[in-house]
């Protein structure tokens, strides 16, 4: 089984700031981790994966996350915040034997202050 | 090329009727994922079809169906609905391929309301 832990449902930062973004994961064989990014009343928009490959995963509009094994974390970053990004951050796990299926946090919502 | 595409966008529907909502996903995808979002159970996986074939099913009374065409277009179904059906109702289509990882895009999803 796998699960997903978004810690802080709600994060608000200011524009310029780092934005910190928390995910830990629970998976019994090696995972697949997301992060997908959702506006108002839209679907999800992948911002970046972990496939096995590099664990500092660079993704669009400046984002990027590391994946810690040791940790079972899946962080997501991005140096400086801009107003575009306020937004609700879902990141999700799934693995290769049921990539049609992901699971996801509960989503963390950032809200960028001027 | 034309992205996944959810139909209709918004629905109202009342209470014990059934709905059908459809899904066409990217040219050449063969598996379509469906999700059900709501503010308190969050993204929740409803089931995947590959080749016209139920391959995942998640904890979803049996009200909620679906099925795939040979065109990997899909549909859902939901019959006898209840208030807490409402919500945003996201399909994803990808390859499918197993064994490796195939990127899944979102349509922009449905919005089904009950009353």
């Known amino acids: 089984a796998q699960s997903v832990t978004q810690l802080g449902s709600h994060v608000s930062v200011s524009e310029g700031a780092l934005v910190l973004l928390r995910c830990n994961y629970s998976?019994?064989?090696?995972?697949?981790l997301f992060w997908y990014v959702q506006y108002p009343n839209q679907g999800l928009q992948l911002l970046l994966k972990?496939?096995?490959?590099?664990?500092l995963v660079k993704g669009i509009n400046g984002f990027e996350a590391e994946f810690k094994k040791s940790e079972t974390s899946f962080h997501l970053t991005k140096p400086s915040a801009h107003m575009s990004d306020a937004a609700e951050y879902f990141c999700a796990v799934s693995d290769n034997t049921n990539a049609g299926k992901s699971t996801f946090g509960d989503g963390t919502t950032l809200t960028v202050k001027p | 090329k034309a992205g996944v595409t959810q139909t209709p966008r918004y629905l109202i529907k009342t209470r014990g009727q059934q709905v059908t909502l459809s899904c066409s996903p990217i040219s050449g995808h063969r598996s379509v994922s469906w999700y059900q979002q709501t503010p308190g159970q969050g993204l929740q996986f409803l089931f995947e079809?590959?080749?016209?074939?139920?391959?995942n099913k998640g904890n979803f009374p049996g009200r909620f169906s679906g099925r795939q065409f040979s065109n990997s277009r899909s549909e859902m179904n939901v019959s006898t609905l209840e208030l807490g059906d409402s919500a945003l109702y996201l399909c994803a289509s990808s390859l499918g391929r197993r064994g490796g990882y195939t990127e899944a895009f979102f349509g922009q999803g449905t919005r089904l309301t009950v009353v």
């Open positions: 079809y590959f080749s016209e074939t139920q391959r």
């Open positions: 972990y496939t096995s490959a590099a664990t």
């Open positions: 998976s019994s064989v090696p995972p697949y």
